[in-house]
C-alpha cells in the first residue's frame, strides 16, 4: 500500500515556475514507477510525466518537453515536478500517482493517487 500527499501548487504569472512536491508513505516506494497527472476544469485527466523506480528514464508529455523537469529521491520517499515556463494552459489539479507496471500513460495503469494539488497560471 502506498499513500500520496501533493504539495506546492499555487497561483503563479505566465513564465512562472512552481515546483510540486509528492510524499509517499510505505517501504516499497523505490518499487514503483511514479507518475504527474493533471486535469483541467471539464476535460480528462492526462498524462504529464513519469520516471521508472531508478530514475533513469523519464517520460514526457509533448506539451511540457523541455519545461518540466521530474526528479525523484527514493531515500526522502518523494518525487518532484519542476515546473518552469508555465502556461496559462497549465492551468490545472496535478495528481501524483503510482504504478508497479503497465503502461507509463494511461491512468488506468496506475494503483496509487494523491489527493491533487492545484496549479493556477494567470495571463
Known amino acids: 500500500q502506498v499513500q500520496l500527499v501533493e504539495s506546492g501548487g499555487g497561483l503563479v504569472q505566465a513564465g512562472g515556475s512552481l515546483r510540486l512536491s509528492c510524499a509517499a508513505s510505505g517501504r516499497t516506494f523505490s518499487r514503483y514507477v511514479m507518475g504527474w497527472f493533471r486535469q483541467a476544469p471539464g476535460k480528462e485527466r492526462e498524462f504529464v510525466v513519469a520516471i521508472t523506480w531508478s530514475g533513469s528514464s523519464t517520460y514526457y508529455a509533448d506539451s511540457v518537453k523541455g519545461r518540466f523537469t521530474i526528479s525523484r529521491d527514493n531515500a526522502k520517499n518523494t518525487v518532484y515536478l519542476q515546473m518552469n515556463s508555465l502556461k496559462p494552459e497549465d492551468t490545472a489539479v496535478y495528481y501524483c500517482?503510482?504504478?508497479?507496471?503497465?503502461?507509463?500513460?494511461?491512468?488506468?495503469?496506475?494503483?496509487?493517487w494523491g489527493q491533487g494539488t492545484q496549479v493556477t497560471v494567470s495571463s
Open positions: 500517482a503510482a504504478h508497479y507496471s503497465g503502461s507509463y500513460y494511461s491512468t488506468s495503469s496506475y494503483d496509487y
